[in-house]
């Protein structure tokens, strides 16, 4: 090992993460200044409509008596960004971006394809083809080929265990492995309360056997249901330790010039049960994700303007809340992109509105821009590809109709 490899080697240790090259060039510098591209991807479908909070519509607070952020200004109100819509008040590290006009939003984004399952859909947005279940790459790899920078094994990182099917295909990744929390389901009923229920129908007669019997389903129907939500994680851990992964991709930016790409995905978000409105399980996850996402920006320091950040998820959920005081599985979402570059401040994309006409298939938000699109845009005006190169990593995108990039 060269004194230059040694000396890279111990540097990208110190900055307290352990790689796993799946390449043979590693630790090979290349010029300061190269565009990068972080993509966060929320496994689970996370609810777009509590995140970038349509608040002037009363369509949306009839919608969700339980669930809805207040108003600005209210108790626990959304964060009011341009009069219309306001960011979940758990959010508020974000903020000064919006401000400074380096956060973007994209509300009514999403995949054409209409599939309601967790692994379809984001098996299509990682393979960057929607409705083809054929494609074997993802299109982060895809991407990866088509940098105009010398590639090394430390070009494109992976947070995770294992490659994602975002960086499928044939150029090299390396991978930087997160410690898996355990799975420890969440309770759903007070256990006191059932200890006082199980004492006052101990009994044979028909209302205690009824209740037994209904708490036994119960107890089958939310086994099934946290399994589900389970499943939909995709193994991704929660956001609760994603500031301190953040924190280290900042200081392997700032060591290693030849990071470009790097891909995190996060668990947590399919919020069936108890989604809770300014405060609650929903506002617990975006709160320490708005704050990684804020303390990543800081620790790159002067390498934020030339980084762009991707946040996505692969459906959004149903406009009106559930019986369980949840949401279940729908279509339209929220993207939103931060950078030095980001044309931020503003909301981008054509709203359709929550009015029961507007709505897909009488119960969603509807798709009015393509998640295509979005990452499109970005691979143009941030990462500077011709758009040649856009349409060989995203086959069949509609180009044009968004920027989100200032010229």
Known sequence: MSRFDRRHFLQLGAAGTALIPFGRNAFAASAPGNKRLV?????????????VVPHAEAAYYEARPTIAIPQPARDGGALDLDGHFG????????????????????????????????????????SGTPGQKSTADGWMNRLLTALPV???STTALSF?????????????????????A??????????????????????????????????ESHKKVMKDLQADMMAADNGAPSPDTFGQDAAHLARLIKQDPSVNL???????????????GSDGQLAGRLKPLAEGLAGLATGLGKDYQDT????????????????????????????????????????????????????????????????????????????????GQVAGILPGAPTGDIVLVRA
């Open 182 to 215: 355990a799975a420890s389901p969440i309770p759903l009923d007070r256990p006191i309360i059932n200890a006082a229920f199980d004492q006052l129908y101990t009994g044979e007669d028909a209302l205690s056997r009824a209740y037994r019997e209904g708490l």
């Open 39 to 51: 993509v966060v991807l929320l496994r689970g479908a996370v609810d777009g409509l509590n995140v």
């Open 308 to 387: 762009a950040i991707l946040v996505m998820s692969e459906f959004g959920r149903t406009v009106h809340e559930n019986g369980n005081r949840g949401t279940d599985h729908g279509h339209g979402n929220v993207m939103w992109v931060m950078g030095g570059s980001v044309a931020g401040g503003k909301i981008h994309g054509r709203w359709p509105g929550l009015e029961s006409a507007a709505l897909y298939e009488n119960r969603d938000l509807a798709v009015t821009t393509d998640f295509r699109s979005v990452i499109a845009s970005v691979l143009a005006g941030h990462m500077k590809l011709t758009p």
């Open 87 to 126: 960011l979940h008040p758990a959010m508020a590290a974000l903020m000064p971006h919006w401000r400074d006009g380096t956060l973007a939003f994209v509300p009514a984004s999403g995949s054409p394809d209409a599939t309601r399952s967790h692994f379809d859909a984001q098996d299509y947005m990682e």
């Open 160 to 180: 995770g265990p294992t490659l994602p099917r975002i960086f499928a295909g044939p150029s090299d990744v390396a991978t930087v492995p997160l410690g898996r």
């Open 262 to 276: 790097a891909f995190f995905a996060l668990g947590g978000w399919d919020t069936h049960v108890n989604q809770g």
């Open 150 to 152: 010398k590639r090394t």
